[in-house]
């Protein structure tokens, strides 16, 4: 931000540097850990009066040199040059507050190239005594190297007390300092035993050969024995949070993790096979297969170090893109681009938007991330985003995933950003195609005031019903509507029918479960069995059949009854028909009949963030490309093998594990809306919208009510997003459920500024109360707010509540998210068809003085509920 960017491209993404500097590392630790093997092996030569043996030390000697000196420097100065462009602000602090580390470093290595020199060129002209001094010089010297880089490499990943006092010492001398050292002068030996088996295995003599192989390899082995020892030292030297990382935490550092200890045997193994009789052939093969083995070894390992110091060059300190922590607040108040020194554009505009996010990217991102690079390319990682998915992942970066600085700068930076990665370089478009919705026809039944005697009311459980339609890969809710019914004998005092009658019901044509839920159905029962599907909720009814009557809801009912969105030939459409009709019991004549919606949606907008297109007709459903990237970024982040169920068709249904009776999982509605939550936050409604079916541009409308038509929303009874995750994680943490912490800490509330008032619900069991806003079931004074007012237990939410007769306040008021009157995409009454059919007005039943509906004489009193006339 305060240095001019190198702009690499394709080279970007930290590819020269981790190229550049895994040699470095390597041939650096070849050079500590060789000299000692050199001294020690001379001196060895000598005591045994050994020839072969000297000789052996003067040729290894050579070749030491030549690559220390010449590879070794080279790389030194090419990470410099590299650090000090790509990451010129970490480059200054390092230099400034550590300038007699690293002059004394430069003194040690001056002495480094001197002894060597004189160690090699002086071999066959000095005393052996005297020559082993130089030996020894130069070990320490290389040895010191290792120590003065080592305090400051560690300083970075483990600045300790320095964050808060400045202090050189308390910088140098940091908790991962000793650990570090250690382990990295263990490994020198190790890797200097490597590099001699490389020199060992050429000699032409056999004997001698075999002899300085079985010499060199336990140089390889009592080290490599003794490292995992240190590396656990090292490791809980290490903050809580970067071991957090470095074992569970970044999916980027696990395989790393995994590579150090499958190499760790393998490597032990060569080493023994060395040892052994083994053919010459067979032993040089082995010989550079460890070559190459260490290496990955060693870059596995320093890919590990400095990946946990994520988000930060200098932990707790400075950003990976060269921010300072401590400017972040002010820099999100002037912005990004204000505060940069080395930008085109200082402001945004309608007409740059794209050259700015140009801007921002090389600031943020480009220090990380490539443009079509080998390494860290920003495309493929960005590919499935759309501009809404791709603005969410940036204003959630920082939290759930650390090993990402937090996006530093305006929401309007932000966006523009977003537009430069989904559209300027993905070139994708951010105009959403138009639905078009033909109203489909519609019969009301008859109803003859003068002469029926019942009235028949339906109704469904839920205003709306998600399913997901991507059963190869997994289930979030399968197909099964709750649809309930109520039959009233007309009178001056109606009667409420609970016996004596059978009332059916009959799916409107065409709306038949296609194969691919029948498949699950069939699945469900294989995998899960009858037990497992009655406590998720699974017994389901068939698309026609007899309603059963229930004494708990005073209502005859049919259970998940598996209705879909598609017609067979009509397309989609989320508000199927269902047929109710009543008749005495043994007899075929109607006495009653009516229709109902039971709507049911597969428009979950997974697709904003995970990619791919909707499934069906370009309008709805989980595409596979879409169900894939979930179950794909749930096992990166959460460690489980769902794909691995998938690929063998055995796709998973979420509430298997994310029950409400879980004991260590998050239910399902807290996990969804708690991890969503923190990338959805500081916006309105439109943030339930993305995966709740309720846009009004979209294909299902599902908030078509009185409600909406008034101008409430989501927020209005649920709150904003990041309270209404609230709510629901402080009833796991209740529970005793960990996981909830982090994510509740991670989320800042909005209706309360300190999160403390929010009380916590349990999902599908304490819901928004209307009497918060309906007080004494009076017309509400605007504006309103039903949030954190929650209803007491299952008996008291609006689905299930009744008057005091025992007549559901759903089957004259409607459902959820569509009281009457309601308006509907697909049929403005297609909703309102029993008010219609009874009082031939879409309003509440009985509104509007029509008690007649079911009284037979005039009423003078509210009987249902106060205030009622």
């Not at 007699?100 to 060129?121: D, H, P, R």
């Not at 960990?738 to 994510?743: D, E, I, P």
Request: with cysteine; net charge neutral; aromatic share 12%.
């Amino acid at each position: 931000m305060d240095y001019p960017i190198w702009e690499l491209n394709r080279a970007g993404g930290g590819f020269l540097i981790a190229l550049i500097a895994s040699i470095h590392v390597y041939v650096a630790h070849f050079a500590i850990g060789g000299g000692l093997f050199l001294v020690l092996t001379e001196k060895k030569g000598y005591k045994e009066q050994s020839q072969f043996i000297i000789d052996f030390v003067k040729f290894h000697a050579k070749w030491f040199m030549m690559i220390s000196m010449v590879l070794g420097g080279l790389t030194g100065v090419g990470i410099w040059f590299c650090i000090s462009i790509l990451s010129p602000m970490a480059t200054s602090i390092l230099i400034h507050h550590f300038v007699f580390a690293w002059a004394s470093e430069w003194v040690c290595f001056t002495g480094e190239i001197i002894a060597l020199i004189l160690y090699y060129k002086r071999f066959d002209y000095m005393e052996p005594s005297a020559h082993q001094k130089i030996g020894w010089f130069y070990f320490i010297f290389a040895w010191l190297s290792l120590f003065f880089v080592n305090g400051i490499i560690t300083f970075m990943l483990t600045p300790g007390q320095w964050i808060y006092t400045g202090n050189f010492w308390h910088g140098f001398f940091n908790p991962s300092f000793i650990p570090s050292l250690l382990f990295r002068t263990n490994l020198a030996l190790m890797i200097a035993g490597i590099f001699a088996l490389i020199t060992a295995v050429y000699i032409p003599t056999k004997h001698e050969r075999d002899y300085l192989i079985h010499y060199c390899a336990k140089w390889l082995i009592i080290p490599l024995i003794a490292l995992p020892i240190f590396a656990h030292f090292y490791f809980h030297s290490l903050p809580g949070e970067t071991k957090w990382l470095i074992q569970k935490g970044s999916p980027e550092i696990f395989p790393f993790v995994q590579i150090m200890i499958g190499l760790t045997p393998i490597i032990l193994i060569i080493g023994i096979i060395m040892i052994l009789k083994t053919s010459d052939d067979i032993k040089k093969v082995l010989t550079w297969g460890v070559l190459i083995f260490g290496f990955i070894y060693i870059g596995s390992f320093e890919y590990i170090r400095e990946a946990s110091r994520r988000p930060y060059l200098i932990s707790g300190y400075l950003y990976s893109n060269g921010i300072k922590k401590q400017k972040v607040d002010d820099i999100n108040q002037e912005g990004i681009l204000h505060a940069a020194k080395w930008v085109t554009h200082k402001t945004i505009t309608d007409n740059n938007q794209l050259e700015a996010g140009k801007d921002i990217f090389r600031i943020e991102c480009s220090s990380c991330h490539s443009i079509g690079g080998i390494m860290n390319d920003i495309k493929p990682l960005t590919q499935k985003y759309s501009l809404y998915g791709m603005d969410a992942f940036l204003s959630g970066m920082g939290g759930l995933n650390t090993y990402m600085p937090p996006f530093i700068g305006t929401k309007e930076e932000r966006i523009a950003l977003s537009q430069y990665i989904v559209e300027g370089l993905h070139h994708k478009s951010n105009i959403q195609k138009s639905v078009d919705i033909k109203e489909w026809p519609l019969e009301i039944p008859l109803f003859n005031s003068q002469s029926d005697d019942y009235i028949l009311l339906a109704w469904s459980q839920r205003g709306m019903q998600m399913i997901s339609d991507c059963s190869a890969q997994f289930v979030i809710q399968p197909p099964g509507n709750d649809i309930f019914s109520q039959m009233i004998r007309r009178g001056r005092i109606p009667e409420l029918i609970i016996d004596d009658f059978t009332i059916t019901y009959e799916i409107e044509p065409g709306f038949e479960s296609p194969s691919q839920f029948i498949d699950f159905w069939r699945y469900v029962n294989t995998i899960y069995g009858k037990r497992i599907q009655e406590n998720l909720g699974l017994s389901q009814s068939g698309l026609s059949g007899q309603m059963v009557f229930k004494n708990e809801a005073i209502a005859f009912a049919a259970d998940q009854i598996p209705i879909i969105p598609y017609h067979s030939q009509k397309g989609y459409n989320p508000y199927p028909l269902i047929n109710i009709n009543a008749k005495a019991k043994d007899s075929k004549k109607k006495i009653a009949t009516t229709r109902m919606v039971s709507s049911v949606s597969t428009e979950m907008g997974c697709k904003t963030c995970h990619g791919g297109s909707w499934a069906f007709n370009d309008q709805a459903g989980i595409e596979k490309q879409t169900a894939i990237d979930i179950l794909t970024v749930h096992d990166r982040k959460n460690q489980t093998d769902l794909m691995v169920s998938a690929r063998k068709q055995q796709p998973i249904m979420c509430r298997s594990c994310h029950d409400e009776s879980s004991q260590t999982h998050l239910n399902l509605s807290t996990a969804i809306h708690g991890v969503h939550a923190y990338y959805l936050s500081n916006r309105g409604s439109d943030a339930c919208l993305q995966c709740h079916p309720g846009q009004t541009s979209g294909p299902s409308g599902a908030l078509r009510g009185v409600h909406m038509q008034i101008g409430l929303d989501c927020i209005t009874c649920h709150g904003h997003m990041e309270d209404h995750a609230i709510s629901l994680l402080k009833n796991e943490l209740q529970q005793q459920k960990n996981h909830a912490s982090r994510l509740i800490t991670l989320i800042v509330p909005r209706a309360y500024s300190d999160g403390e008032t929010i009380l916590p619900r349990r999902p599908w069991e304490q819901e928004p109360d209307c009497l918060t806003c309906h007080i004494n079931y009076d017309t509400p004074n605007m504006p309103v707010s039903a949030f954190n007012r929650w209803t007491e237990g299952k008996d008291y939410l609006y689905q299930n509540r009744t008057d005091e007769v025992g007549i559901h306040c759903a089957a004259c008021h409607g459902v959820a998210h569509a009281i009457y009157p309601t308006i509907n995409s697909y049929g403005e009454n297609r909703d309102n068809i029993q008010p219609i059919q009874y009082q031939k007005i879409p309003a509440c039943i009985g509104s509007y003085n029509n008690c007649s509906v079911c009284h037979k004489v005039e009423m003078e009193n509210s009987i249902h509920h106060p205030n009622m006339k």
